[in-house]
């Protein structure tokens, strides 16, 4: 399985960004897809899910009311819609794939392929 992220880019605060994940090898029904993000000096943490079959999201507390993840079976493709953007969100996003069994987990060991990331920046 191979992912591929685009859509990162410089904006202010405020404004907003919408991330792509094109996925190729499987289909993305196979999988739970997740967003992830990692900061300079920070820890990889999870930013949202969304599950293989019924679509069903979750999202990190610190992202809740402004981001969004879609996915796109046709596409093979899953998005996030990131919006009211912060300094905050500052960032290496990466997407990545995990076997369904972890429902809606955003615990990064239980991702399996992951994609090369794309940089998210937000100014103030």
């Known amino acids: 399985v191979q992912l591929v992220e685009s859509g990162g880019n410089y904006v202010q605060a405020g404004g907003s960004l919408r991330l792509s994940c094109v996925v190729s090898?499987?289909?993305?029904?196979?999988?739970?897809i997740g967003w992830f993000r990692q900061a300079p000096g920070k820890e990889r943490e999870g930013v949202a899910c969304?599950?293989?079959?019924?679509?069903?999201?979750n999202y990190a507390d610190s992202v809740k009311g402004r981001f969004t993840i879609s996915s796109d079976s046709v596409k093979n493709t899953v998005y996030m819609q990131m919006d009211g953007l912060k300094p905050g969100d500052t960032a290496v996003y990466y997407c990545a794939a995990a076997p369904p069994l972890v429902l809606l987990n955003l615990e990064v060991s239980l991702y399996d392929y992951w994609g090369q990331g794309t940089q998210v920046t937000v100014s103030s």
């Open positions: 090898g499987d289909t993305i029904d196979d999988y739970t």
């Open positions: 969304i599950g293989s079959i019924d679509g069903m999201t």
